[in-house]
């Protein structure tokens, strides 16, 4: 029995449905790799005051690294950014900037502003290599993030195995063992950077305050900061008494230094009237 023009069309589209579902199942049949891991899960932070780059795996630091950021005048932004390439092996163009005035371009090598790598996140900002390792852990560059060449080295492998899992590692251990052959790699995936100003952290019963690097802070914004620190700590506010945090924090507001979280707290006639107010 000869078909409709209807029954024919009906019997078209399920065969290109068929068809679709058939290739789809197809790298699953050749035994296709498992996809990359997703750029998601990565993040770099930055915190300016520390000098320390830490990198986050699914939300946990994995590893941290001393950094040089800019100097005042010269700061390092704060906000979020994303990496969106890296170069290997760079040259150091002079920015349009007085400070580079009659500098010249440098090639890839050991005195190379650059470094080994740079990770690129905002025009004219890199994260960068450096040998003036002397540096890291304060400000000291116009800007740029600076590690030592093999943290640098280290970091921009590990955004390529999250960011561009198509490259060999072997194209990476070439340019690393060859530091004149400048490549340069587009991210198919973005890498999250946050560059913070963060100057108070709890370290066990230590309350770490950075130095005020760029000087933001105020003594009374400083002391609710480590208040703040020492209840995200798990300490009662109730137990905190103001004014003797305050009294301790000036000694460490602009240089930065470490409070002892016994100090901190109240005093036992204090937590007697917190405790019987609850």
Known sequence: MSQTPKHRSTLDRRLVLLAAFLLALLPVAAGAAAPAPDAAGLEI??????????????????RTYPVTVGVRGHATPVGEFNLTRTVWNPWWHPPNSAWARNK??????????????????????????????????????????????????????????????????????????DPKETKEFGLDRPVPLRIVYELVEVRGN??????????????????????LALAEHGESVLQVDRAHVAELVKDVHRDGGTLSVDRLLAGPAESAVAAAGR
Do not use: W
């Open 206 to 227: 230590q309350v770490v305050v950075h130095p005020d690097v760029y000087r933001r802070v105020s003594r009374d914004d400083l002391t609710e900061q480590v208040v």
């Open 45 to 62: 932070v930055v915190n300016v005051p520390a000098g320390e780059l830490a990198v986050l795996q699914d939300g946990v630091t994995v």
């Open 104 to 177: 010249r371009p440098q090639p890839p090598g050991p005195n190379n502003a650059m470094g080994r790598a740079k990770l690129y996140f905002k025009p004219l900002y890199f994260i960068h290599g450096t040998a003036e390792t002397d540096k890291l852990g304060r400000p000291a560059s116009h800007g740029c993030v600076r590690m030592a060449n093999e943290d640098v080295i280290e970091l921009a492998k590990l955004v390529h195995r999250y960011a561009t899992p198509d490259v060999a590692p072997e194209t990476l251990a070439a340019l690393e063992a």
